[in-house]
């Protein structure tokens, strides 16, 4: 719940928002919109606030999505006044969501990340202590919140596109040109780098066309390591990736991914980079591909009189 300019609102894990016009003495709700790429069935509001001097209000969902209302100033019916904009995902649960009572800036906090929404919107990544700030298209800060000391950075690079913070790294991968700090080219039929995760002094990078590359980066420059994998390639539907993980030695990579625009798929594919195999889990199924195989195959066996064993009672 927040009060903002005689603006009530309040979410308490419904699929809408309450509203409250102090001013005018109205109140109201506001839904989700399937339309908008919201899941309406399923999806729910976590946290919400409020800009009542700039007619906003944004909340956050179960589904790390971003809802945003915008108060349209002709229409003065409470609920028709606020048009709900297209969803914005992010990769992470979403705890707390702020509007700035003094600039025009939205501050949304997720597990790892603050991000800032507005009219220059800015991406802030955190790790420990250090905060990169991302100032511009090619501009950069980078901010000890401890010792209060900050160094600003410039890229050449025309537009970032994101940014990841690792122990002693800074990340930046562009828009235009699909490099990755300006020094790694990814090749055209690759896609261009869609999301990035650190672990240690290892690197993971999933790109738009559903392939994985890993990096270390031990060096001054990064160096890939073992072949760049497809690991998307028996899947029936793929829209893009929606989360990536690496361990810490480098050598196994984790992701999930889209189906649709709006739905998580059921599996979690797992790459093992030295044997260059794809593996997954079916959280629907309770176990790995290996598992059900084994599990079809004493199925299979049992009608010649072998005895039903626990795996394939499972089934």
């Known amino acids: 719940m927040q009060l903002n300019d005689g603006m009530l609102v309040m979410s308490y894990g419904a699929r809408e928002v309450r509203i409250w016009d102090l001013v005018r003495e109205e109140n109201g709700t506001l839904a989700l919109e399937a339309n908008k790429g919201f899941v309406v069935d399923e999806e729910t509001i976590n946290v919400v606030t409020v800009n009542g001097k700039r007619g906003v209000i944004t909340a956050a969902t179960s589904r790390n999505n971003i809802a945003e209302w915008k108060r349209r100033r002709q229409d003065a019916h409470i609920e028709t006044a606020w048009q709900l904009s297209p969803c914005t995902h992010l990769d992470s649960p979403i705890s707390l969501i702020r509007w700035s009572p003094v600039l025009s800036t939205c501050a949304v906090i997720t597990d790892d990340t603050l991000v800032l929404f507005g009219e220059n919107n800015a991406s802030v990544k955190m790790r420990g202590k250090v905060a990169a700030i991302q100032t511009s298209s090619n501009s950069f800060t980078l901010l000890n919140a401890a010792t209060g000391v900050s160094q600003d950075l410039k890229l050449t690079i025309p537009s970032a596109r994101g940014i990841s913070l690792g122990e002693k790294q800074l990340v930046v991968w ?20 869609e999301m990035l995760e650190i672990n240690k002094n ?36 793929f829209y893009k990736f929606h989360t990536i993980k690496i361990n810490q030695t480098g050598n196994k990579v ?27 889990f079916s959280f629907d199924k309770g176990m790995t591909d290996t598992q059900e195989y084994e599990a079809q195959a004493e199925l299979a066996h049992t009608s010649h009189g072998r005895p039903v064993t626990a795996a394939a009672r499972k089934m």
Do not use: C
Request: no cysteine; glycine share 4%.
């Open 254 to 280: 984790a992701v999930t991914y889209l189906e649709d625009v709006s739905t998580v798929a059921e599996l979690l594919l797992v790459f093992d980079a030295e044997t260059d195999s794809i593996s997954s």
């Open 202 to 237: 290892w690197m993971a990078v999933a790109t738009t066309n559903g392939f994985i590359r890993i990096y270390n980066l031990n060096s001054r420059d990064a160096q890939q390591e073992h072949n760049s994998k497809y690991v998307v390639e028996n899947l029936k539907n």
């Open 174 to 193: 562009s828009d235009d040109t699909g490099t990755l700090r300006q020094e790694i080219s990814l090749p055209k039929s690759e896609g261009d780098p």
